[in-house]
């Protein structure tokens, strides 16, 4: 009976000390995982590209929002970064039909600087599908083949 407890007691240690070590490595993985992710997100891998293309995020009484004018923001530094030569912000019209959010953004980044030769507006797409359907048919439009979205 002696030996009946000293091994149910081995055994018992067994599997925690297992299952100890499953719990370790689990955090491990996600942690080396997350540590990956995190280093990924930081890198801006950005290439010249034909035409740099802003995806709308909404507008406010013809003022982007904060998420899309932090987007515009992003697109004028490339630009001046010479990363490309056109930009094109994209989005439709919400409630105000005089405000579309490409109107908005190419206005935002006229008085940002760019000149109005190198920004185009795509002011119909009614969510980011149909915009990037448009974009595809302007940039084949101009003969381009690339472009950097942002």
Not at 32 to 49: G, K, N, T
Not at 58 to 74: I, W
Not at 96 to 101: I, M
Request: glycine residues 8%; charged residues 20%; aromatic residues 8%.
């Amino acid at each position: 009976m002696n030996d009946y407890v000293v091994k149910r007691h081995w055994h018992s240690h067994w599997v925690v000390r297992l299952l100890l070590l499953i719990v370790v490595l689990v955090v491990l993985f996600v942690a080396v995982v997350s540590l990956r992710i995190v280093h990924q997100a930081d890198l801006e891998e950005v290439h010249p590209a034909d035409a740099i293309v802003v995806f709308g995020a909404a507008e406010y009484y013809g003022r982007p929002s904060p998420v899309y004018r932090a987007r515009l923001d992003h697109a004028f530094d490339l630009f001046q970064k010479h990363v490309a030569t056109l930009i094109i912000t994209t989005g439709g019209a919400g409630e105000d039909p005089r405000f579309s959010e490409g109107g908005v953004g190419h206005d935002y980044l006229m008085r940002r600087g760019i000149p109005e030769q190198n920004l185009i507006a795509e002011t119909q797409g009614a969510d980011t599908a149909q915009s990037a359907q448009r974009v595809a048919v302007i940039l084949r439009t101009n003969g381009m083949h690339s472009c950097l979205a942002v």
